[in-house]
């Protein structure tokens, strides 16, 4: 089935720093790619949804300065935080949407868990 | 009203009971449904689509009430293995654009 893979996995950063995260479609083209944050115990917010080519729409709230999304091939989404923050601290996880014989869904990467301190 | 509600439980339930959860949404030009089953620390990961007819796939059922804005899952003979929390996702009226619930955390116990 459809592979999206997620790095890093865990990253420990200082605030102040940019970290960035890529996800791959491994199989398959991901001509759509969202992105989430997930703080313990919440749902998955919606951050942004990224096109390739094109510009990612962000949701209603959230930075686009401060979180950077470059989708610039059909296979390749990255997501940068920019100047973290303790705050910033979570688990962001992308997921592409993919379709089969059943209709379509969605494949998540495996999630990064950002901590910055 | 949220777009997508659940109940975030905990379920706690027995070896072998069945149990349902149900999902409220509140867009009515939703199209797609989704349960999702997500482990503590990791991704979510589809667990099952959900049908206008309803859909079954082994011990789990899957039901749409578009009257009333609603989708279920039913999980019968409930193992150990099952203890997760089960993300409902809605999509945006006229749109491939998923909304999660919070999700249902369910622990079934020997």
């Known amino acids: 089935g459809a592979v999206v893979s997620q790095h890093p996995s865990r990253v420990i950063c200082k605030s102040g720093t940019s970290v960035k995260i890529e996800c791959r479609s491994l199989?398959?083209?991901?001509?759509?790619m969202f992105w989430y944050r997930q703080f313990p115990k919440q749902s998955l917010m919606l951050m942004a949804t990224?096109?390739?080519?094109?510009?990612?729409?962000?949701e209603q709230g959230v930075e686009k300065d401060k979180f950077l999304i470059n989708h610039a091939s059909l296979t390749l989404s990255t997501l940068t935080v920019t100047s973290a923050h303790p705050e910033d601290s979570s688990f962001y996880i992308c997921s592409a949407r993919t379709s089969g014989a059943e209709g379509y869904g969605y494949t998540f990467g495996s999630g990064t868990r950002l901590t910055v301190v | 009203r949220k777009e997508v509600e659940q109940d975030p439980g905990p379920f706690n339930v027995p070896e072998g009971a069945t149990v349902a959860f149900n999902c409220t949404y509140s867009?009515?030009?939703?199209?797609?449904f989704f349960w999702y089953r997500q482990d503590c620390r990791k991704e979510p990961k589809l667990l099952m689509s959900?049908?206008?007819s309803g859909n079954e796939d082994g011990r789990f059922t899957a039901q749409l009430n578009r009257a009333s804005q609603y989708i279920s899952l039913l999980i019968r003979d409930s193992k150990l293995s099952d203890s997760a929390t089960y993300l409902c996702v809605v999509n945006k009226g006229g749109s491939y654009i998923p909304t999660f619930g919070r999700g249902t955390s369910l622990i079934v116990h020997p």
């Open positions: 990224s096109n390739e080519g094109s510009k990612a729409t962000y």
């Open positions: 199989d398959f083209q991901a001509t759509t």
């Open positions: 959900v049908y206008s």
């Open positions: 867009n009515s030009a939703s199209q797609s």
